[in-house]
């Protein structure tokens, strides 16, 4: 049972229920989880329903209904970040074949809000809403290396086992000096952590407060990537993530300040 509190949020843990292992929900299942009355859920649901949140499935419950949709399309629309990232995805997946990838940092998620592929079958591809692997991998690196040190060091201790699966480290502090390197260098490299046979590199989006609100991600399949290459794809990322940071307001990145001490 989760503790909420208020009605606002009451209506946001419904919505959170939601994933991608669990798109279905019965009103039973839901009061299960977290230990609404009857009376109460019913009423939440009611209000999701009429306003387009929710939508009902015979006999079976709840899923997600059209305004979630709707509101997509209008942050599309209205994202600089989105605006400013798609023509950049464009020409990175043009020059290097693969997939490139837009994604957004909030709460602790990282959510794929662009693509663009420029091979028929590509090894590694998200789609546009999925979440992204936390612990594993260059995007997860390249957001995690600019968070705030005291918050860069409890998410790296809460998710210290997904950091040494990767490789990464095995403990704490291994981990944030290799954050640290990618904090000075300003992009993160993985090979085949989250796809085997994968490189990927990525840079952060960084906002005003320095603090990362994104990524820009470039994967290509290891065995068309020579030491050259990924030299470019590196240049190119850094670059790009440079540019959008400076679109939306944020600094140009220049890899360590002084809250990279852990």
């Given amino acids: 049972m989760n503790s909420v509190s208020g009605s606002g949020e009451r209506i ?3 919505l959170d229920l939601f994933s991608e292992a669990r798109p279905e929900w019965s009103p039973d299942e839901m009061m299960a989880q977290l230990g609404y009355s009857r009376p109460t859920l019913y009423r939440y649901l009611k209000t ?3 306003s387009g949140y929710l939508a009902s499935l015979p006999q079976t419950g709840y899923s997600l209904g059209p305004r979630v949709t709707e509101l997509d399309f209008l942050m599309t629309r209205a994202d600089p970040m989105i605006r400013l990232g798609q023509r950049e995805l464009e020409s990175l ?6 997939s490139a990838f837009l994604v957004r940092w909030y709460g602790r998620k990282l959510l794929c809000v662009a693509s663009v592929v420029s091979v028929e079958t590509p090894l590694s591809s998200y789609p546009r809403g999925r979440p992204m ?10 957001i995690v290396a600019f968070l705030p040190a005291r918050e860069r060091r409890k998410l790296v201790q809460d998710y210290l086992a997904e950091f040494a699966v990767a490789g990464v480290g095995t403990t704490a502090d291994d981990v944030l000096a290799v954050l640290r390197t990618v904090r000075r260098a300003g992009v993160a490299t ?8 994968v490189v990927a590199v990525a840079a952060p989006i960084l906002a005003a407060e320095h603090s990362p609100h994104g990524a820009i991600c470039m994967t290509s399949n290891e065995a068309d990537v020579t030491d ?5 794809i590196r240049e190119a990322v850094l ?3 440079q540019r959008v940071s400076e679109g939306i307001g944020g600094p140009r990145q ?3 300040n002084e809250d990279s001490r852990c």
């Fill in 12 to 14: 946001l843990a419904i």
């Fill in 48 to 50: 999701l329903k009429d």
């Fill in 93 to 98: 997946a043009g020059r290097f074949p693969g």
């Fill in 133 to 142: 692997p936390l612990g594993r991998g260059a995007i997860s690196r390249a």
């Fill in 190 to 197: 993985a090979w085949g952590e989250v796809t085997p046979g």
């Fill in 228 to 232: 050259d290459r990924l030299d470019m």
């Fill in 239 to 241: 670059g790009i993530s």
């Fill in 254 to 256: 220049n890899g360590m």
